[in-house]
């Protein structure tokens, strides 16, 4: 089955992926918002969904100390990982204390903030374009650009709403 | 992290599972059993854990099976066990004073 979705939250992300699961859909590949999903015993797996320090990096060192811990690496796309391991083996979760939990969401923060700053560039060139010239066909372009980088900026906010609230547990 | 900042429970508990050679599905069950389930480290906690500490020079790597599967084995080093040793000593000081608590002044 194929669906399409575009998330730019990866908590929703997981949270949507073990619904899924839970209707007896497998996740197994993601390209450009597609989704592939195979059958499954409902509720077979737990899905995470991490970010790499960088994407050229010891890919393989990773998934083979995944693999180790009875974790799978599904599906690599950029920088992000998606990451599996069988319900009957025990709760998923990737990051368990604060600290780790917020150098992940400063690590996501980084990651999109360099999409904003090119997006953001973008809308203004567009911008401009469409004052100067007029054009329908830039119009439109510059309103889709600026939707793109509210949702960004939206992430970035969510992140660090999410870090001050970790934050404050540790006091 | 500097290193004289505390330690996080996480790095407190690793560095002790690994005072003998130990691998990650190992380090993970030894702190879940050590804290009688109280502090389960997940994996992407674990990994991060590992690797700054790896470049810390707090552990080393010990052994990697080539053979069968690449399960890595790490093992503390002299100046991750003095981390460890200052840190006891600092929760020492604060269970000490603690004491104070009870026995008025």
């Known amino acids: 089955m194929l669906k399409f979705k575009l998330y730019y939250d990866k908590d929703a992300e997981e949270v949507w992926l073990r619904e899924m699961s839970l209707k007896g859909w497998a996740f197994?590949?993601?390209?450009?918002?597609?989704?592939?999903?195979?059958p499954c015993e409902p509720g077979e797996y737990n899905y995470q969904i991490d970010l790499l320090d960088n994407w050229s990096g010891n890919k393989s060192d990773y998934a083979s100390f995944?693999?180790?811990?009875?974790?799978?690496?599904?599906?690599q796309w950029w920088r992000w990982v998606y990451?599996?391991?069988?319900?009957?083996?025990?709760?998923?979760?990737?990051?368990?204390?604060?600290?780790?939990?917020?150098?992940?969401?400063?690590?996501?923060?980084?990651?999109?903030?360099?999409?904003?700053?090119?997006?953001?560039?973008?809308?203004?060139?567009e911008l401009t374009a469409t004052i100067r010239i007029g054009n329908f066909i830039f119009g439109i372009f510059t309103l889709l650009l600026g939707?793109?980088?509210?949702?960004?900026?939206?992430?970035?906010?969510?992140?660090?709403?999410?870090?001050?609230?970790?934050?404050?547990?540790k006091k | 992290?500097?290193?004289?900042?505390?330690?996080?429970?996480?790095?407190?508990?690793?560095?002790?599972?690994?005072?003998?050679p130990n691998h990650g599905y190992g380090i993970i069950q030894d702190i879940n059993e050590m804290?009688?389930?109280r502090v389960v480290l997940g994996p992407g906690t674990l990994y991060g854990a590992i690797n700054s500490m790896l470049t810390k020079g707090w552990i080393s790597l010990f052994s990697e099976d080539k053979e069968s599967r690449k399960k890595k084995e790490y093992l503390l080093t002299k100046i991750g066990r003095e981390i460890f040793e200052k840190e006891v000593n600092r929760l020492n000081e604060l269970v000490e004073n603690a004491k104070k608590m009870d026995k008025g002044r």
């Open chain 1, 83 to 125: 990451l599996r391991k069988k319900a009957a083996d025990g709760p998923f979760e990737m990051y368990t204390d604060a600290e780790s939990k917020i150098y992940l969401y400063k690590k996501i923060i980084n990651f999109f903030k360099i999409f904003l700053v090119i997006e953001a560039i973008c809308f203004f060139m």
């Open chain 2, 35 to 37: 804290t009688g389930g």
């Open chain 1, 147 to 169: 939707v793109i980088s509210l949702a960004i900026l939206n992430v970035v906010w969510k992140c660090k709403w999410k870090i001050e609230q970790l934050s404050n547990e």
């Open chain 1, 66 to 75: 995944m693999e180790d811990l009875g974790v799978e690496v599904i599906d």
């Open chain 2, 1 to 20: 992290m500097d290193n004289s900042s505390p330690l996080t429970e996480a790095l407190f508990y690793i560095l002790l599972a690994v005072r003998t």
């Open chain 1, 28 to 38: 197994k590949k993601f390209f450009l918002g597609f989704y592939t999903f195979e």
